[in-house]
């Protein structure tokens, strides 16, 4: 069976997601198409598993955005791993923009939940907590710095909205 390049990839981006245990036998990929269809309409029922699947699917064929509106749909149901993933999608500003404060806040939520596995996601920007705690207590010059990180993009995405 010969595949087209576009064809081959979406497959191959398909196939990353271990969950879904594709296989390139021709009878095969009918079966996981099914297995997709049927993560997206559990997904869209509300289903957390499936909206991690297919965050996770998107995410492997880089289509970001499609896996933020998945993971943040996970993530808005109290689940510790769509936070997680959420998180790191901000943290990068990939299909979403780069937001290291709200990557922060999703990754303590996630280590509320499961503080082995995230804790020390946490501690890695313990300085950066303390001062958006600082800011939160009306600490004026966190808040300058945090407008400053704003600002310059430095940490997070140029905001001048959120900046002033």
Known sequence: MKM?????????GICYSSMLNCTFASEGITDDFKK????QSKAEQGDVKSQLILGTTYYKMRDFKKAAHWFSLAANADNAE???????????GLGVHKDLLRAIELYEKAAEKNAQQFQPIVQKYEKIIKLRDSAMNGDPQSIYNIGEMYRIGHILENDYEKAA
């Open 4 to 12: 087209n390049t576009f064809t081959f990839y979406l497959l191959a």
């Open 82 to 92: 769509g936070q997680a993933c959420l998180a790191v999608l901000y943290e990068h």
């Open 36 to 39: 997709f269809a049927e993560h």
